[in-house]
C-alpha cells in the first residue's frame, strides 16, 4: 500500500516515472526481437535513396525516380514487418497498464478537464520523452 500512497500522494511524478518504466520494457522487447544492424542499414539506405530522389526531381529523370520510389516502399515495408512482433509482446502489458492507470486516476491530473491535460497526456508526453532518450541511449534504428 505504500506504493499506492506514493502513486496519489504525487500524480504527476507517479505517471512520469510509470512511463518511463513501461516504455524502458517496450523499448528494451525491440532491441532484443528486431535486428537492429539491419534496421540501421534499411535507414541509412533510406537517406541515400531520398538524396537520390532529389536529385531526380531536379534533372526530371521521372524513370530512375519510379525505380527509386519502388525500393523506398519496399524498404518502408521491412522496417514496418520488423516493428509488428515487439508490438504484439508489448501491447497486452501496455492496455493492462492503462486500465490499471485509468482506474487509479479517474480525474484528470492538475484539474485540467482536456484529455491531454489528464493523466493519459502527461503518459504520453513522458513516453514520447522517454523512448527518444532511450533509444539514443540504446543505438536503436
Given at each position: 500500500m505504500v506504493i499506492m500512497d506514493y502513486i496519489?500522494?504525487?500524480?504527476?511524478?507517479?505517471?512520469?516515472?510509470?512511463?518511463?518504466?513501461?516504455?524502458?520494457?517496450?523499448?528494451?522487447?525491440?532491441?532484443?526481437?528486431?535486428?537492429?544492424?539491419?534496421?540501421?542499414?534499411?535507414?541509412?539506405?533510406?537517406?541515400?535513396?531520398?538524396?537520390?530522389?532529389?536529385?531526380?526531381?531536379?534533372?526530371?529523370?521521372?524513370?530512375?525516380?519510379?525505380?527509386?520510389?519502388?525500393?523506398?516502399?519496399?524498404i518502408t515495408g521491412v522496417m514496418f514487418k520488423s516493428s509488428f512482433k515487439p508490438m504484439f509482446i508489448t501491447l497486452v502489458p501496455l492496455l493492462i497498464l492503462i486500465y490499471w492507470l485509468r482506474q487509479i486516476y479517474s480525474a484528470p491530473v492538475g484539474g485540467g478537464a482536456a484529455l491531454l491535460s489528464g493523466w493519459i497526456g502527461w503518459y504520453i508526453g513522458a513516453s514520447i520523452i522517454s523512448s527518444m532518450i532511450l533509444r539514443k541511449v540504446l543505438k536503436m534504428a
Open positions: 496519489t500522494a504525487y500524480p504527476k511524478l507517479s505517471i512520469i516515472v510509470i512511463s518511463l518504466i513501461a516504455t524502458l520494457f517496450s523499448t528494451l522487447v525491440t532491441k532484443w526481437i528486431t535486428n537492429q544492424e539491419h534496421l540501421m542499414s534499411l535507414k541509412k539506405r533510406q537517406k541515400e535513396i531520398q538524396k537520390e530522389l532529389k536529385e531526380c526531381a531536379k534533372k526530371n529523370d521521372e524513370c530512375k525516380m519510379k525505380e527509386l520510389q519502388s525500393e523506398m516502399m519496399s
